[in-house]
């Protein structure tokens, strides 16, 4: 093992904690509110900050869509330099979360934000930024990734950087009240995949890591098990904490990473507008079998690790299978059957748009290559 490790987001969490932003965030600077389609607005949130903001400058964009586009987010950029924005607040989901930290970066740079998406500028630089947490799921609440999209191309691409790390983050499970059953299980979902990354891979000698990870995806089970008793406060802090650490880093420390599963995730939504975490489930299952020789290993020690299965020859077969009973359970689907035109075409157009990507050689050994891709999409379309 050999890492470096920082995660310097301050977590504020539980009941009452977005009233503490007062105090956090520095009352000289001027503040930049972004946050969505409004569901902030009719459940509180909104006021909340409002009241934690009044002896700050601030000001507000709002609109940013799920999937933040490009488009929308230049918007916003425009404002943060006309208006010489010193702090942003994001107040919402992965989506307003992310591209707050694309405005963050972007607001500092001089040429098109969209070079940060393409390497052609890294974002050492970025107007700070806090996070109000609303959709536990994606964990980009603190840590130091975004996906942005631009709409034109339907290229969904994800940049790092240090420097768009949110500064703190408010996670009060109260704020999920509001939120559809279907954004609850996008959560559960995502956080079971971003874990399933960083850990079915090939057998490690990182114990912390592996205990962790499976713990995570024990946690994940419970809630699912215990889906009908959704609407206590328990249930909730446990799906916002689960979430959360999934991906700040911790269990990804040190161990080999696969990602393909999100890589080819984001072509079905930048192409046919499927749920991030849906596209998820998709994939996954697919991958896995298409990925058998070399993560057998440790598919055998999840099924006994974290659904408890007994050991035989087609234990990592069975494994699988009980991820899809997983996503089955939440009735979500493990095949992509909308996707408006027949299976050979959509075939082609994901492929089409990974290889233009460079997205050629995915997960951790980089053995996925187009042809494993499509052989992927083989079963996961139909
Ligand atoms: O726009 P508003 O009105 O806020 O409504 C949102 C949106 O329609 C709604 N919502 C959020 N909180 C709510 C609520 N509705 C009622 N009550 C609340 N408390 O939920 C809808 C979906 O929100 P969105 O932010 O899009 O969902 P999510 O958090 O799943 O984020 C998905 C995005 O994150 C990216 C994905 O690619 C996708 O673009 N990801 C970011 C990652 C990261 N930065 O580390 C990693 C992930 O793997 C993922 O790729
Ligand atoms: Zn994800």
């Not at 996008?186 to 000698?205: F, K, R």
């Not at 494993?372 to 999409?377: A, K, N």
């Amino acid at each position: 093992m050999k890492f470096s490790y920082v995660n310097p987001t301050n977590i504020l969490f539980g009941k009452g904690q977005i009233a503490n932003i007062t105090n956090i965030i520095p009352a000289d600077q001027k503040v930049l509110v972004i946050y969505g389609g409004g569901s902030i607005k009719k459940n509180g949130v909104y006021d909340q900050v409002a009241n934690a903001l009044k002896n700050h400058t601030w000001l507000e964009f709002s609109g940013v869509e799920p999937n933040p586009t490009m488009e929308t987010l230049d918007k916003a950029v425009e404002l943060a330099k006309a208006e010489g924005v010193e702090y942003i607040l994001a107040v919402g989901g992965g989506s307003v979360i992310d591209g707050s930290k694309y405005v963050a970066a972007a607001a500092c740079y001089e040429g098109e934000g969209w070079d940060i998406l393409l390497g052609k500028h890294t974002a050492t630089k970025a107007v700070p930024l806090g996070a109000i947490l609303t959709l536990p799921a994606t964990g980009s609440e603190s840590n130091s990734g975004a996906v942005i999209t631009r709409a034109a191309t339907k290229d969904k691409l994800p940049f790092f950087s240090a420097a768009v790390q949110p500064k703190f983050a408010v996670l009060d499970a109260d704020v999920m009240k509001t939120l559809p059953e279907r954004q609850l299980v996008n959560g559960l979902v995502d956080a079971w995949v971003h874990t399933c990354e960083q850990y079915i891979t090939m057998p490690t000698s990182a114990l912390v890591q592996d205990g962790y990870a499976e713990t995570l995806l024990k946690s994940l089970i419970v809630l699912a098990d215990q889906y009908d008793n959704r609407d206590n406060d328990a249930w909730r802090e446990n799906l916002m904490w689960t979430a959360n650490q999934a991906l700040n880093g911790l269990i990804g420390s040190g161990v080999p990473q696969d990602w393909a599963t999100h890589m080819i995730g984001h072509e079905l939504t930048a192409l046919f507008g499927v749920d991030h975490a849906r596209s998820l489930a998709i994939i996954q299952p697919s991958l896995l079998r298409n990925q058998m020789t070399v993560k057998r290993a440790k598919l055998e020690q999840m099924g006994k690790n974290v659904f408890g299965l007994e050991q035989s020859d087609d234990l990592a077969e069975r494994t699988i299978s009980a991820i899809e009973a997983f996503y089955h359970q939440l009735n979500v689907a493990t095949a992509l059957t909308d996707h408006g035109g027949d299976k050979a075409a959509t075939i082609n157009k994901i492929i089409a748009q990974l290889e233009s990507h460079g997205m050629v050689q995915l997960g951790e050994n980089q053995a996925i290559t187009l042809k494993e891709s499509r052989e992927i999409l083989e079963v996961a379309v139909q």
